[in-house]
């Protein structure tokens, strides 16, 4: 069975991770802090916060930024729950919208939904493919006059906060810069599927405007990730350094070291070899189905937008949903494991219970029930990825017809 996405562990990851662990210093220590500096420096940032995943490293973006009860954050319907869960946890509501074809948040539609209860905005990369986040900047700054800031913070910014999810970008471009430094905050995941991997872990990167020091959001940041700590753990183990403090009721989400390890292999191999091989693979995919008729093969580009080859998600061009599920099946007897990414939120039940229909998000349904996601990473072979695509066509002829 060719497997969907498993992570990338040799000799060199386990070597790290041995080294790691008989350093004596396994929680969060030198190696995170050098894992920090080299996301900042390769994302074009002059800061950046490793933590445990994206899911809590946004959700503290959220209540930092002061977003609670009675507060709006504008989201795509088609993303990962993640995204719209943590706004329900801080007692928000998520006001989804739908998406463009590339999957990725219509800003059209972000523009009609903002109202003088938006705090946020939250546009989601798809598979690779950045959103478009400087056209959603653009309207945060341009809808000034509609924001009705509560607290400090808020009126330091004196608009909707950015808040980019790449946790499917890292890697990706927009224009000359890399993604990270486009948003006024950007949350990336580390999960063991993505294209660069700390087992489980996430990252925020800060690129607020000048009112905003960036040391002062790291310290801010590392408080709330340690419970509102003074110290952390390593810094308390130093000679007569027992002595800490809280300010805040805080969080735990920090990163470890043992985590930073991975991260560390996985950063200094990304750019020349992980993004080189996926990129590979995605063509050689789209050699195979560009000119099938039943194919819409997925946009790794669209203007100045370039992805990150985090997923090949396939279209079926005249597939219903029900066909879709039925050719992932026979795909599946032909031991290729394929997957979906996602199903849209409002057909969760969760969502479904609050009110939200997917009815009313037409082509978030329309590109969701034709999708399907074909294996990428790093170890798929030639052979493997002409295995996968003669398996797909196969599916969809025994499905479909030919």
């Not at 801080?90 to 948040?105: C, K, N, Y």
């Not at 990129?279 to 990150?308: C, K, M, N, W």
Request: charged share 20%.
């Amino acid at each position: 069975m060719i497997p969907f996405s498993p992570p990338r562990v040799d000799d060199r990851t386990i070597a790290e991770v041995t080294a790691a662990l008989r350093s004596g210093w396994i929680t969060t220590g030198p190696r995170t802090t050098e894992f920090e500096r080299r996301l900042a420096a390769y994302c074009g940032v002059s800061k950046v916060i490793a933590l445990n995943a994206w899911t809590n490293a946004a959700e503290l973006v959220l209540r930092w930024f002061g977003v609670g009860p009675g507060d709006e954050v504008i989201v795509p319907a088609y993303t990962y729950c993640a995204t719209a869960n943590i706004v329900l946890h801080v007692g928000a509501r998520p006001v989804m919208v739908d998406i463009l074809d590339d999957f990725t948040i219509d800003p059209e539609a972000v523009r009609r939904a903002i109202t003088p209860r938006t705090k946020c905005v939250i546009p989601v990369d798809i598979g690779g493919l950045p959103a478009d986040v400087p056209a959603v900047v653009g309207l945060a700054r341009d809808a000034r006059a509609t924001f009705v800031p509560r607290g400090e913070v808020q009126e330091r910014l004196g608009r909707m906060l950015v808040l980019s999810d790449a946790a499917h970008a890292f890697g990706a471009r927009i224009g000359d810069r890399p993604v990270g430094s486009q948003a006024d905050i950007t949350g990336f995941s580390f999960h063991a599927v993505k294209n660069l991997t700390t087992a489980e872990g996430g990252a925020l990167t800060f690129s607020l405007p000048p009112a905003f020091d960036p040391e002062e959001l790291y310290r801010t940041f590392s408080l709330m990730s340690l419970h509102g700590q003074s110290k952390d753990a390593l810094s308390k183990m130093q000679s007569g350094g027992w002595r800490y403090d809280v300010s805040i009721a805080g969080f735990k989400c920090n990163m470890t070291d043992l985590q930073a390890a991975l991260g560390l292999v996985e950063l200094e191999r990304y750019d020349a070899d992980t993004l080189v091989r996926r990129r590979a693979i995605v063509e050689r995919y789209t050699a195979a189905f560009t000119g099938d008729a039943r194919f819409v093969v997925p946009s790794h580009r669209q203007g100045q937008r370039l992805s990150s080859f985090h997923l090949y998600m396939l279209r079926v061009a005249r597939a219903s949903e029900e066909q879709r599920d039925a050719i992932i099946e026979a795909t599946g007897k032909r031991q290729v494991s394929v997957n979906v990414h996602f199903i849209p939120m409002p057909m969760l039940s969760l969502y479904q219970g609050l009110g939200y229909r997917i009815a009313d998000y037409p082509n978030t349904y329309r590109q969701y029930s034709r999708e399907i996601s074909l294996p990428v990473y790093y170890d798929l072979t030639d052979d493997q990825v002409d295995t996968v695509i003669a398996a797909v066509k196969s599916a969809v002829d025994e499905v479909m017809g030919a």
